[in-house]
Structure formats: structure tokens, C-alpha cells
């Protein structure tokens, strides 16, 4: 389990990362974003950057993914997101902080699953009866 923080200009630009980590990314969502305070997003990315940043964030989120840390990290490398998406590992002292926050933070109301939760499609043709096709793919979160 892996928590992922996400930084950047509006929430469109946040909505289109997430979308981005679970679609491009393959990686599964298991808890829902969490509004952050943009000014402690930015602090604890200092923190874990050791460097100041650039540009300061305008709105934060951030949530739990099933995949680990390294898993991860390589495929948000793989992905190239509209906004900063930093995997915050529980080696860092930001780690704590953060899922302190998360417990008391407001749900990103905006976001909405991609996948579907369902058990495939329904094939209507095959002698009048629903017939649910099995897609492990497309339900592997729920393995």
C-alpha cells in the first residue's frame, strides 16, 4: 500500500492526474482522494525533496493506492500527469503527517472511479438470457 500526494493548479489538473494514475498507470485506488492543504502539501514535498520548489500548488489531494511504493513510483514515471504526483513513502517523516491529515480531510468530492465495479458486460444474444461476461481485467481491484 502505497500513498500517493498530488499537487498542482486547479482541481481539473488534479482530476486528470488521478484519472492518469489509474488508467495509464494500473494502479488501484483504495481509498478516496482527500482534499490537502495546498501550503502543507508544498512543506512536506520540501521535506522530501530537500530543495525548494519552483512553483507553489494552488490545490492538493492525496490517497492510499493497493500497489507498494516501488511499484508505484515506476509506473507514475511511465505516466506523465498534468500535475506534480509525488509517491510518499513511510521511510519519511511526511509519511505520518500526512495520513494524520488524511484521516481528518474532507473527500475530493469531484472524483469519480474509472473502473467499473460491475462483473463485465451483459451479452444479451445468447438465447434471450443475461449471460454476464467474466473480465478479470477489467475487475482485477477486486481480487
Known amino acids: 500500500m502505497a500513498l500517493i ?12 492526474a488521478i484519472s492518469d494514475i489509474e488508467q495509464h498507470g ?21 521535506g522530501i525533496l530537500k530543495s525548494e520548489l519552483r512553483t507553489k500548488s494552488s490545490a492538493a489531494t492525496a490517497f492510499f493506492v493497493k500497489e507498494d511504493t516501488t511499484l508505484s513510483i515506476m509506473q507514475v514515471k511511465k505516466i506523465h500527469p498534468p500535475a506534480h504526483v509525488v509517491v510518499v513513502s513511510d521511510e519519511y517523516d511526511a509519511f505520518s503527517k500526512l495520513e494524520y491529515v488524511l484521516n481528518n480531510a474532507e473527500d475530493f468530492g469531484q472524483y469519480h472511479p474509472a473502473k467499473a465495479i460491475n462483473d463485465g458486460m451483459i451479452d444479451y444474444k445468447i438465447n434471450k438470457k443475461e449471460r454476464h461476461i467474466r473480465n478479470d481485467k477489467l475487475n482485477s481491484y477486486m481480487k
Open 5 to 16: 500526494l498530488i499537487r498542482g493548479e486547479n482541481n481539473s489538473k488534479l482530476l486528470s
Open 26 to 46: 494500473s494502479l488501484n485506488i483504495i481509498s478516496s482522494p482527500k482534499i490537502v492543504d495546498p501550503n502543507f502539501a508544498d512543506t512536506l514535498v520540501e
